[in-house]
């Protein structure tokens, strides 16, 4: 069975940092782009970042560019999202996904990812 699974999310004081994790299982993440994504209710998902699939190449939303880091550990077959400065405007449910394709300098659309996960809240609040 394809799974992708999030974990790290949590409540979290402005200011601070959460990593999270997006952990597959059923396949080999490394032959996927990977990106993450977050929604709040009655709002569309927002791509945040993106990595191909050696790591190598990395895009960011200009809403998230020097406060979040995207990295995998393939060995691992996980992608992390580490997130600095956290805003109370990032509260929000963090989606991971996985695309067979690397899509360039852009971030996709969620349309072109194949595989998600259940995703994990985040919560920034004082």
């Known amino acids: 069975q394809l799974q992708l699974v999030e974990s790290g999310g949590g409540l979290v004081q402005p200011g601070k940092s959460l990593r999270l994790s997006c952990v597959a299982s059923?396949?080999?993440?490394?032959?996927?782009?990977v990106g993450w994504f977050r929604q709040v209710p009655g709002k569309e998902r927002e791509g945040l970042s993106c990595?191909?699939?050696?790591?190598?190449?990395?895009n960011y939303a200009e809403s998230v560019r020097g406060r979040f880091t995207i990295s995998r550990d393939n060995a691992k077959n996980t992608v992390y999202l580490q997130m600095d400065s956290l805003k109370p405007e990032a509260t929000a449910v963090y989606f991971c996904?996985?695309?067979?394709?690397?899509?360039?300098?852009?971030?996709?659309?969620?349309?072109?990812?194949?595989?998600w996960g259940q995703g994990t809240q985040v919560t920034v609040s004082s």
């Open positions: 996904a996985a695309a067979l394709l690397w899509a360039g300098p852009r971030i996709p659309h969620e349309s072109e990812y194949a595989y």
């Open positions: 059923g396949f080999n993440l490394g032959s996927y782009a």
């Open positions: 990595i191909n699939h050696s790591g190598g190449s990395t």
